[in-house]
């Protein structure tokens, strides 16, 4: 130990040197007029934003004033922790964008509707998006090739065709684009419906990503609110690098919030892996455990990865995902995000899309985000362990059926499903939702506690799934503790409401472990287990829901009856839960405190003496009528 005298001045040393460090953060502005020989003050900015990162370092901040920036941003170096971030942001009230796209003129028409442009291929220098083929593990191509290139007319974004003859024809609802590339020039032929391109914004995808990194471990970095558009990401599936339209490329601490993000050929997000020899192209469990393995080895941790903070964008149009993530994505939150119209063209398939897609989201939070128009809403697939999604709205996920009148048809038919829960262990806790979609819940996992939750229909785990081991993990870590079989059951359901052809009866016949069912409300339609320990069944009662969009957001009303309430009901927490069968945890928050659910889907207090079924504490009978979305 150093004598007591030496304290002093090496205390004043780590204070002046603090100090120092605040003083010297410095704000970087950059502007569509500005030079980057400029010092990039406000009164003399920097034109580029890449040429800001270039400049910045930990504690700075960058502010980009209005226009369209049209380059990809590789930060060269992070931050040094949470309070000593670098900043990215929009100044504010401005509208910032940042794209991969390039606008192209001199498009010579062809016939009726059909144009086209030839472009040298040194306009794309060494990445050309019209011969990046869309390839990867678990994608399906429907017999057809598709490329990372897009054609976007004012802003909205046209549908590659299969092949030339469908664009040499008249436009439809539907405008197309093909594109051919040869030795020395790429050649596209577009539909314009009533217009002239030349005359138009009419923009081509150039840049594989907006924001992205090109090697992990550039920690500490904040992205705030910007248009991140028109990326040519390709498909990015668990067991490779996962690219997308920003990401944090395999790092720890990002704060991605208050953005658009949208038009991305396969995921508009990126929480995923980094890409090694551990690259996996086949796409088999065998080859993603080979996987895990190695990237355990190469650094997974608590310490070094994760703890992302993904808050209040806005995500749409992208054909794989609007959030991936293998692994990167543990320890983080994803709130208040508005993820919608996601894999809605269907013209190819596999197995990575949804709103969200994560592979080993440990100790991941999912909180109060809105999820609808996606063809599944989350998709939480090997090593959800810790991993909680409370509070979220899902509706219409499967198809896109809104009315004129502002109704939203959330009864549509189909395969579609707002949660997808595959081969995870537990513990998981599934809260406060208001699910839905034709489909709930497609439950090809156990452990997971359901709680409070307003339900429609649950589907069992697939018996051909029963034999396949998968991971899990020690309490609040990536290290491994084991395998287990992906057996049915060791499920709890708590405290939800059932409606419209909800049913658990399959747990009768399929549940291999002990499963735990009490104080669940069953309406019209809806079929109970064996399993149920003294449940409401109101067979005559129709719920009558309805959601509804105004101006200010989505109203949810329902009947409510308050009969529901007399029967007795325990508050839901750690202390009656026991432990997940396979991993033997039990059901904690991610700082090891014990699960209790407290509050309801608007943050209202529950009733700890006797909680009301369903996502919201109800004081009356009759028509209940809440904002759910934004809270």
């Known amino acids: 130990m150093l004598p007591k005298q030496r304290l002093l001045p090496i205390s004043l040393t780590a204070l002046l040197l603090a100090s120092l460090s605040v003083l010297h953060a410095v704000e970087i502005h950059v502007s569509v007029t500005g030079n980057d020989t400029n010092p990039g003050t406000a009164a003399a900015a920097v034109r580029t934003i890449q040429h800001a990162a270039d400049l910045a370092h930990p504690g700075d901040t960058i502010t980009a004033h209005a226009g369209v920036y049209r380059e990809r941003i590789n930060p060269p170096r992070g931050g040094e922790s949470e309070t000593k971030r670098i900043t990215y942001q929009a100044a504010s009230g401005e509208k910032v964008t940042i794209t991969g796209s390039e606008p192209v003129k001199g498009w010579v028409k062809v016939q009726d509707d059909v144009w086209k442009v030839v472009i040298p291929n040194t306009f794309f220098g060494s990445f050309n998006p019209y011969s990046d083929v869309i390839h990867g593990a678990w994608f399906t191509s429907k017999g057809r090739d598709h490329h990372t290139g897009a054609v976007y007319l004012n802003g909205e974004w046209l549908t590659e065709a299969a092949k030339l003859d469908d664009v040499l024809k008249l436009a439809g609802a539907t405008p197309f684009w093909f594109g051919a590339v040869a030795d020395e020039n790429t050649t596209i032929w577009a539909q314009f419906k009533g217009v002239n391109p030349n005359e138009q914004l009419v923009e081509i995808n150039v840049r594989q990503t907006v924001f992205y990194p090109d090697k992990p471990g550039r920690n ?253 993990h020690r309490p609040h870590s990536t290290e491994l503790a084991g395998e287990y079989d992906n057996r049915g059951g060791d499920d709890r359901f708590l405290n939800n409401l059932f409606v419209s052809g909800a049913s658990l009866a399959y747990f009768d016949g399929l549940a291999k472990l002990p499963v735990m069912m009490e104080g669940n409300v069953f309406t019209k339609g809806t079929v109970v287990s064996k399993y149920e320990k003294e449940p409401v069944i109101a067979e005559n009662f129709d719920p009558q829901i309805t959601l509804e969009a105004k101006n200010d957001g989505i109203y949810l009303s329902f009947e409510a009856d308050r009969k529901w309430a007399e029967a007795s009901r325990r508050l839901v927490s750690g202390s009656i839960l026991g432990n997940a069968v396979a991993s033997d945890l039990p059901y904690e928050n991610p700082d090891g405190s014990p699960v209790k659910i407290t509050d309801d889907y608007l943050g209202k207090a529950r009733n700890v003496e006797n909680p009301f079924p369903g996502p919201f504490e109800i004081a009356n009978d009759g028509r209940q009528t809440f904002k759910v979305w934004p809270k």
């Open 220 to 472: 500490f970095i904040a992205v705030r609110g910007f248009i991140l558009e028109n990326g040519a990401p390709n498909w990015a599936p668990p067991t490779a690098e996962q690219k997308a339209i920003v990401g944090p490329h395999w790092s720890k601490g990002w704060v991605i919030e208050n953005n658009i993000i949208r038009h991305s050929p396969c995921s508009g997000l990126s929480l995923g892996k980094y890409g090694d020899e551990s690259d996996d192209k086949q796409g088999s469990a065998a080859g993603y455990n080979r996987v895990i393995a190695l990237v355990l080895k190469n650094g997974w941790n608590r310490d070094t990865i994760g703890h992302h903070i993904i808050r209040n964008n806005e995500i749409y149009a992208c054909e794989q995902a609007g959030i991936v993530g293998s692994m990167g994505c543990a320890f983080s939150i994803i709130e208040k995000n508005n993820i919608h119209d996601i894999h809605v063209r269907r013209l190819f398939s596999g197995a990575e899309q949804a709103g969200l897609k994560f592979h080993g989201a440990v100790d991941t939070v999912i909180r109060d985000n809105y999820f609808h128009h996606c063809n599944t809403g989350i998709h939480l697939d090997w090593m959800t362990q810790g991993t909680q999604v409370v509070g979220n709205l899902f509706h219409d996920n499967g198809g896109r059926s809104s009315s004129p009148d502002g109704k939203v048809g959330f009864f549509e038919s189909g395969s579609s499903q707002d949660i997808f829960l595959e081969v995870n262990h537990g513990p998981m806790v599934v809260a406060n939702n208001i699910l839905l979609s034709s489909r709930s819940v497609f439950n090809a996992s156990h452990g997971t506690l359901f709680a409070h939750n307003l339900m429609r229909q649950v589907t069992p785990t697939r018996e051909r799934w029963l034999e396949r081991k998968t991971p899990y």
